[in-house]
């Protein structure tokens, strides 16, 4: 990592990406995760109270276990990424990665923070295309609901999705579907 920042570079989060051997379409995706985060960073009505380069290294980063745990059939990528990014000493990504899955400590009403737009930014893209809430959820219950308890956590979840954005759309200074056009 380089002495200048505390958060890796894209290219040093590049390099980790490689050491990882993270498939083509899961880099793809967390560039465009990135993508989003930015067009919402880049509308903030109070920028500063974001680090623009903590959500480029959540963004590119978030999903670096994903190829080890499709390939050895493993459960919980957010959980297995935030071990190996904590190993190397990037404690603050370790949780926002943690988290972008299965949120915890949400604030309605509390600061905008940078694990909620990571969080909120993973919803918005499948696969590498900017979609809609509802389409994203319903792709994830079509490829991760394996019985009916995990379809309806999923949907569930759903309204939480849309209660982040609400909370994001309050720190903008335009609406998300503006922020996002083009992407």
């Not at 930015?38 to 994903?66: F, G, M, T, V």
């Not at 893209?125 to 994203?136: C, E, F, L, P, Q």
Request: net charge negative; aromatic share 4%.
């Amino acid at each position: 990592m380089n002495s200048l920042s505390i958060y890796p570079t894209e290219d040093e989060c590049f390099s980790i990406i490689r050491q990882h051997d993270m498939l083509p379409n899961i880099i793809e995706h967390s560039v465009q995760v990135k993508n989003v985060s930015l067009a919402i960073y880049d509308n903030l009505s109070k920028k500063e109270l974001i680090s623009r380069e903590l959500l480029i290294a959540a963004a590119l980063l978030h999903d670096i276990a994903k190829t080890r745990s499709i390939q050895n059939r493993e459960m919980r990528h957010d959980l297995i990424g935030g071990k190996m990014l904590r190993k190397i000493g990037l404690n603050e990504i370790a949780e926002i990665v943690e988290n972008h899955v299965v949120f915890t400590g949400f604030l309605p009403e509390g600061p905008l923070t940078e694990k909620e737009i990571i969080y909120y930014s993973d919803k918005r893209v499948m696969h590498d295309k900017v979609v809609n809430v509802h389409t994203r959820v319903d792709d994830l219950v079509e490829r991760y609901g394996i019985n009916d308890k995990v379809k309806e956590l999923i949907i569930r979840n759903k309204e939480f999705v849309l209660e982040l954005e609400a909370k994001i759309e309050r720190n903008m200074i335009t609406d998300m579907e503006t922020a996002l056009k083009g992407l």
